[in-house]
């Protein structure tokens, strides 16, 4: 591995654990790298921020993305949610730090902005495909959909700054397990009760028995 996956990758473990005002001091000094050796990698903290939010955007797209003419049945929508659910917990600080990051710099605003938006549409087109599969008791115009969707979006996103303030920045992965069931919940009125029923069923089951489940990586299990 190169020093500037290094960087990336020290940047989102120091920034979860200890917050988003890490800088490149602390960086270097936890890599035992030299500042120059930074540099020549990212002119400077705001550029590796940049280049965190990428690396994001391209896991989220991994666990979201669907496939096209893809079916998308129970199992493969409760991917889909413990997936997202990983990769956003992966990088929680940005979720609970995202005004003090944004306000700062133009560019990660409209990063940001655009990010939001693609994982917006992400559920959105989920949601179409849900609904399809298996329509519930309420049904939905596509501009009541997007609204859902925001709403998920908003609530998932979320989830990680709620948590640190109700129960503080040492909190298990546990938590995961909460998020992706808070946005499973949400769908009940809107699709049938026995494929609402599946969805529960294989998330108890992923979580239960370690079952692998589609991440950026290839497979995650579950603990």
Known sequence: MGNRQRIIDAAVELMNISGSAVGTSQLTEHLSISPGNLYYHFRNREEILLEVLARLQADLDQSLELNPGEVLDAARLAQCFIGGAHVL???RFFFSSTLELVIKDAQLSQRYRDFSRRGTDQ???ILKQTFKVAPGPIKLKAAERRQLSENMWVLWTSWPR????IKGRETGAEEITRSYKQLTFLLKPYVSSAF???VIRI????????????????VLKLD
């Open 89 to 91: 917990w992966q990088y």
């Open 123 to 125: 559920v959105d087109r």
């Open 162 to 165: 709620y948590i640190e303030v």
């Open 196 to 198: 609402f029923t599946e």
């Open 203 to 218: 998330e108890n089951q992923m979580r239960r028995k370690a079952l692998p489940v589609h991440t950026p990586a290839g």
